[in-house]
C-alpha cells in the first residue's frame, strides 16, 4: 500500500531562516512519482514539483530546493531564507501505476516577522 | 474556459437533503479524483476515475455516491448525510499513466455544511 508521511505537523521559524519540510514514502511500485503542493491561506492548492523515481537529481527553484533520496524513500523540501508569504500549509503526495495521488497531512508552517 | 471548476462553492443542507456537487475540467486529462479535506484528515482521497472506469473507492460511506459520465466531468452525489461530513470537498483531475503523468490540477472546492 501507498504512503505518505510528514512527521512534521507544524513548524514556527523566523523570518530569513531556513526551514526544511519532511516527507517520507511507501510504496511497492518500482515507477512512480511525487509531489509537493503549497495550500496557502485562501485555500487553494499550488503545484511546487514533480519528480519521477527515476530522477534524483536535487533541483532548485529560486529560495526553494527538493532532495530526493530513494535510498531512504525522502523527498524533503527546504526553503530557504524564508519571508512571510511562505507561510502555508505544505503538501507531500505520491502517485502510482493505480493513478492514485495520494497526500501526506501536510506541514503548517509559520514565518514570524 | 481553462483549468478545473467546481460547483456550487458553498453548500448548506439538511440531514435528509439530496444534492449533487459538479466538477469540469478542460485540461483534456484521463483521470479525475473527489478529495475531501477537514482539519481532521487533510487531502483523504475519496474516489478515483481514469479513462471513465472507477479505480479507487477507498472505503468511503455509500451516501456518497460519485459518477463520471465522460472525461471533462465528474460529480458527487450526497444523500442523507452526517453533520461529521461537512467539510471542503475538492476535485482535481490529471494526465494519469499511460501517457506522460502531471501533476494534479485542482478545483477551489466546495464548503459543505451539514446541518
Known amino acids: 500500500a501507498q504512503k505518505v508521511t510528514q512527521a512534521q505537523t507544524e513548524i514556527s521559524v523566523v523570518e530569513k531562516e531556513d526551514v526544511t519540510l519532511d516527507c517520507v514514502y511507501e510504496t511497492r511500485d518500482t515507477t512512480y512519482y511525487l509531489f509537493w503542493y503549497k495550500q496557502p491561506p485562501s485555500g487553494e492548492l499550488v503545484f511546487l514539483i514533480r519528480?519521477?523515481?527515476?530522477?534524483?537529481q536535487n533541483e532548485i527553484s529560486g529560495r526553494y530546493s527538493w532532495n530526493f533520496q530513494k535510498s531512504t524513500s525522502s523527498f524533503n523540501f527546504t526553503i530557504t531564507a524564508s519571508q512571510v508569504v511562505d507561510s502555508a500549509v505544505y503538501f507531500c503526495?505520491?502517485?502510482?501505476?493505480?493513478?492514485?495521488?495520494?497526500f501526506g497531512k501536510g506541514t503548517r508552517l509559520h514565518i514570524l516577522p | 474556459e481553462t483549468g478545473v471548476t467546481q460547483t456550487p462553492r458553498h453548500l448548506v443542507m439538511g440531514m435528509t437533503n439530496k444534492k449533487s456537487l459538479k466538477c469540469e475540467q478542460h485540461?483534456?486529462?484521463?483521470?479525475m479524483y473527489w478529495y475531501k479535506q477537514s482539519a481532521k484528515k487533510p487531502l483523504e482521497l475519496m474516489f478515483v476515475y481514469s479513462l471513465e472506469e472507477r479505480v479507487e473507492n477507498n472505503s468511503v460511506p455509500s451516501r456518497f455516491s460519485p459518477e463520471c459520465p465522460n472525461s471533462s466531468h465528474l460529480f458527487l452525489h450526497l444523500h442523507t448525510l452526517q453533520p461529521e461530513d461537512s467539510a471542503l470537498y475538492l476535485c482535481?483531475?490529471?494526465?494519469?499513466?499511460?501517457?506522460?503523468?502531471?501533476?494534479?490540477?485542482f478545483g477551489q472546492g466546495t464548503r459543505l455544511t451539514v446541518v
Open positions: 485540461l483534456g486529462h484521463n483521470a
Open positions: 519528480r519521477n523515481s527515476f530522477d534524483e
Open positions: 503526495a505520491l502517485s502510482g501505476p493505480d493513478d492514485k495521488i495520494i
Open positions: 482535481a483531475s490529471s494526465q494519469g499513466w499511460g501517457t506522460e503523468v502531471s501533476e494534479a490540477f
